[in-house]
């Protein structure tokens, strides 16, 4: 009876360790993105880029990570493809069969879809 207790008790220990370890590494795969998108963009301070969702990509091994970028009252899309043990980011467009993947799943949203080159970053323009 005792071992039957620790048994239960040692799975629950686990299941308790595995729970925290995922949400690690969520928020370091949320960080990776968002700090990869501003050193990437070279964005400015007053631009804010928040976390939408994570979900499965395309890519194999990758979720898309999906961001607001906002400033003022401009407001974009974007995703960006991370990797599952949260160490490689994919910045860019990915296209499968001609069509822009990336741009339909950062429009999903349900954001109005707005050119990136708009935002006002520390550069002339950003490059979509």
């Known amino acids: ?47 804010e880029v928040k976390f939408v969702e994570k979900r499965e990509s395309s890519i194999p091994d990758f979720y898309a990570v999906k961001l607001l970028v906002t400033k003022a009252d401009k407001v974009v899309p974007m995703a960006v493809y991370v990797d599952r043990i949260a160490e490689k980011v994919i910045v ?6 001609g069509e822009n993947t990336t741009r339909r799943e950062a429009a999903d949203s349900g954001v109005l879809k707005i050119d990136v080159g708009y935002l006002e970053t520390g550069r002339t323009s950003l490059a979509y």
């Open 92 to 97: 860019g467009s990915l296209f499968i069969r």
């Open 1 to 47: 009876m005792a071992k039957v207790f620790i048994g239960i008790m040692a799975l629950l220990v686990l299941s308790l360790l595995l729970r925290l370890n995922n949400s690690s590494r969520e928020n370091n795969m949320v960080q990776l993105a968002i700090e990869t998108v501003r050193i990437q963009a070279d964005l400015s301070d007053d631009v």
